[in-house]
């Protein structure tokens, strides 16, 4: 097992790149499998779960080369249909390959995902929407059965705006006979990126980024070669790593516009964030201000990024309120925050954080993805060492961050524990 050691207190300098989104990555390779055919999908990041992607695609026929920047997938012989507990346990977004199985042989059994460290997690908006387009499912054993002669457009309104599920449907829809209607559906980026990479295929999706979008079911579906965009969350990782070093950096392939609700955040704590020439600068204050946030579906604030807000905010002159309104568990960040002196108390769904002088370097542990970039983000700005272990909940999201960050002037080393 690794672990990241850090000496604090350097202010970031300098240039760093964005790798391809894992977020749009994964729902991505999950909808080769409704064309059989040869992909090229390309700025595809090297992570934990891209493998964990590549394995359940080659666990149901599909052939894979490469694992990160370019990846080619042959899924001429997807023709199992069952994605297994051991695979999907360790990556809940393959659940996404169920309907698209469904659409391709007309049958699936896949593992229900179960919860994760942050929350339940339930699956049911996506279940609800397969039935209504036309499949039978029963849960035996853990696991869901699906069948569907023909699967048929449905008007399908979601309870609560799910990104895996608009994904899920948008797939499974555009093979579906007739035409479908997700409302209050989910506005992300990364479902704009599948939609365009559907649309390309052949697909006939309209108002991807809005809350009601309309896909007419073709017969089939081609491969082609498609370029994931880039990831707005390691993005705005970055762009917390300068403001909380105080430093002053430069952002290259990162799309500033996917990430607004940050940005004014950022902005009224007091960071310089200048977006041209194909870069984002980044400049932190002397010194932060508090600043409430409450986490909302895009384009609200992401809750991908709530933890990370949450270190800086550890930092800023006053309190500060942190809400996080969509998953019910995602303050395990808080207990590793207090071990580097920060002052923070949780009440429910809500934390308030009161600024501090100074954080001190300490051991703490990783428990879940943005979680362990908090803490990163801690360590950068703690006087003294800090060492993080269970970084292996890092290197599902974030493509060798620690030498990205050491090329910014970090004192930043990964080591076998
Ligand atoms: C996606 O998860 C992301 N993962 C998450 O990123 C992200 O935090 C989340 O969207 C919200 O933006 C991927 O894209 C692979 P949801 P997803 O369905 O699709 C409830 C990261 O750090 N819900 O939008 O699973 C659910 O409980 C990860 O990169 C139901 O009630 O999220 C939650 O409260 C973490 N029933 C809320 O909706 C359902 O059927 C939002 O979940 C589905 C969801």
Do not use: W
């Amino acid at each position: 097992m690794d672990k990241l050691i850090i000496n604090g207190g350097k202010k970031l300098k300098g240039e760093v790149s964005v790798s391809g989104s894992k977020n749009a990555a994964l729902p991505i390779f999950v909808a080769t499998i409704l064309a059989g055919g040869k992909f090229e999908i390309s700025n595809v990041p090297f992570l934990r779960d891209i493998n964990t992607t590549i394995k359940v695609l080659e666990s149901l026929g599909a052939t894979i080369e490469g694992n990160g920047n370019i990846v080619k997938i042959d899924t001429t012989n997807v023709n199992n249909v069952e994605a297994t507990y051991d695979l999907v346990k360790t990556m809940r977004a393959s659940v996404l390959v169920l309907g698209p199985l469904l659409a391709r042989h007309g049958r699936a059994r896949v593992s229900l995902p179960g919860g994760c460290a942050i929350g339940a997690r339930p699956i049911d908006q996506h279940l609800k929407g397969l039935k209504a387009l036309g499949a039978e499912i029963r849960l035996e054993h853990g696991y869901v059965e699906a069948t569907a002669k023909q699967l048929k457009g449905a008007r399908i309104n979601f309870d609560v705006p799910t990104v895996g599920g608009t994904e899920h449907l948008m797939m499974t829809a555009a093979l579906a006979k007739g035409v479908t209607l997700l409302e209050n559906a989910a506005r992300e980026p990364e479902i704009v990126d599948l939609a365009n990479m559907l649309n390309l295929m052949g697909a006939k999706i309209e108002g991807a980024g809005t809350d009601n979008i309309r896909i007419e079911g073709v017969e089939k579906l081609s491969a082609i070669d498609y370029r994931v965009m880039p990831d707005r969350i390691e993005a705005g990782t970055f762009m917390i790593a300068a403001a909380i070093t105080g430093g002053d950096i430069k952002i290259s392939n990162m799309q500033l516009e996917h990430l607004d609700a940050l940005v004014f955040k950022m902005q009224d704590a007091g960071v310089e964030i200048i977006n041209k020439d194909g870069f984002v600068r980044v400049k932190g204050p002397k010194k932060l201000k508090s600043i409430n946030i409450k986490t909302r579906p895009y384009p609200g604030f992401p809750t991908d990024m709530q933890a990370q807000f949450m270190a800086l905010m550890c930092l800023a002159d006053g309190a500060s309120v942190v809400a996080e309104n969509i998953f019910e568990n995602r303050f395990m960040h808080v207990s590793e925050l207090l071990r580097f002196g920060a002052d923070i108390m949780i009440d429910g769904r809500s934390a308030t954080v009161k600024g501090v002088k100074k954080l001190s370097g300490a051991p703490v542990m990783a428990t879940d993805l943005r979680a362990s970039a908090s803490l990163i983000l801690a360590g950068l700005a703690a006087e003294g060492t800090t060492e993080i272990t269970r970084i292996y909940h890092l290197d599902r999201g974030y493509e060798s961050i620690e030498k990205k960050l050491a090329a910014l002037g970090a004192d930043i080393v990964r080591v076998k524990e």
